[in-house]
Nanobody, 120 residues
Framework: QVQLVESGGGLVQAGGSLRLSCVHS????????MGWYRQAPGKQREFVAR???????NYADSVKDRFAISRDNAKNTMYLHMNSLKVEDTAVYYC??????????????WGQGTQVTVSS
């Protein structure tokens, strides 16, 4: 089994910044998708940012130029750097990794989510 644990959420004023972290309990041999998603109250979960297996990075239009995704393979950690936060960024943020995991095999896992609340 693989566990993904997010942290770094909280309450921030509009215009502020937060950094989310997602630590995965197993190392990755090869991934298909590594990314962040979010779900606001009453809305469906939506894509925020991801690494693709082809080596590129994708962002949702709503966060482009404000958010940045990064990872530290040595620490089994993926980050989401969020700047210029807006009230509409308020949501529960989830990390997701679909990969071939060392010692486990293929699997698609989600974290438990971390709440980000942006006040006006």
């Amino acid at each position: 089994q693989v566990q993904l644990v997010e942290s770094g959420g909280g309450l921030v004023q509009a215009g502020g910044s937060l950094r989310l972290s997602c630590v995965h309990s197993r190392s990755i041999f090869r991934f298909n998708n590594m990314g962040w998603y979010r779900q606001a109250p009453g809305k469906q979960r939506e894509f925020v940012a991801r690494f693709t297996s082809g080596g590129s990075i994708n962002y949702a239009d709503s966060v482009k130029d404000r958010f940045a995704i990064s990872r530290d393979n040595a620490k089994n950690t993926m980050y989401l750097h969020m700047n210029s936060l807006k009230v509409e960024d308020t949501a529960v943020y989830y990390c997701n990794v679909e990969a071939f995991w060392l010692g486990v095999g293929p699997g698609n896992y989600w974290g438990q989510g971390t709440q980000v609340t942006v006040s006006s």
